[in-house]
T-cell receptor, first 114, second 117 residues
Framework: AQSVTQLGSHVSVSEGALVLLRCNYS??????LFWYVQYPNQGLQLLLK??????LVKGINGFEAEFKKSETSFHLTKPSAHMSDAAEYFC????????????FGTGTRLLVSP | GAVVSQHPSWVICKSGTSVKIECRSLDFQATTMFWYRQFPKQSLMLMAT?????????EQGVEKDKFLINHASLTLSTLTVTSAHPEDSSFYIC?????????????FGPGTRLTVT
């Protein structure tokens, strides 16, 4: 069974600083990996996805993530944080071949200070 | 493209009554829709998977007689919370998977906040 671990329930950065949100996964088969963002009282928006193509994935709003099989990681980064990036971020995994069912991590709240 | 709507966005109901939440894919056909529940400051927990024209598949621990799911068409799924109790108060989010073999994505609705008094 798949699982996702997101280290750090809260991450605080200053505006303009590097954003790093960590995600480690467990899967018995090659995984598909996703990062979603959720703003208060809203649904989830897909930031980026890894589906066994390029290991460095670029997403929307300047975010990117790198799939590292040896480390079973899929960390999310952004070179320079904006105030508008403050939100909840979820990492999710699904099994290739059964790509529909998503398992979510516990989420990381990104706080951005001026 | 790939917009999913939910109605209502929020609802308050009295204990013992039933509430229906609609999930629609507005610009694509969805072979599969998913229903999630999210408690405050927690992650999303999958409740059930619904496929058009067939019975929903519920996750372990989810009462199928309490959370009735109907996937009547390729663009509409409904979740009915029957005999609601205060502990059913939560944020319910649906998602839809397009009728496209090459699509790995789920598109999420904006969520419905249910408060049971």
């Amino acid at each position: 069974a798949q699982s996702v671990t997101q280290l750090g329930s809260h991450v605080s950065v200053s505006e303009g600083a590097l954003v790093l949100l960590r995600c480690n996964y467990s899967s018995s088969v090659p995984p598909y990996l996703f990062w979603y963002v959720q703003y208060p009282n809203q649904g989830l928006q897909l930031l980026l996805k890894y589906t066994s193509a390029a290991t460095l994935v670029k997403g929307i709003n300047g975010f990117e993530a790198e799939f590292k099989k040896s480390e079973t990681s899929f960390h999310l980064t952004k070179p320079s944080a904006h105030m508008s990036d403050a939100a909840e971020y979820f990492c999710a995994v699904s099994e290739s071949g059964s790509f529909q069912k998503l398992v979510f991590g516990t989420g990381t709240r990104l706080l951005v200070s001026p | 493209g790939a917009v999913v709507s939910q109605h209502p966005s929020w609802v308050i109901c009295k204990s013992g009554t039933s509430v229906k939440i609609e999930c629609r894919s507005l610009d694509f056909q969805a072979t599969t829709m998913f229903w999630y529940r999210q408690f405050p400051k927690q992650s999303l927990m999958l409740m059930a998977t619904s496929n058009e024209g067939s019975k929903a598949t519920y996750e372990q621990g989810v009462e199928k007689d309490k959370f009735l799911i109907n996937h009547a068409s390729l663009t509409l799924s409904t979740l009915t919370v029957t005999s609601a109790h205060p502990e059913d108060s939560s944020f319910y989010i649906c998602s839809a998977n397009p009728r496209d073999f090459f699509s790995y994505e789920q598109y999420f609705g904006p969520g419905t906040r249910l408060t049971v008094t």
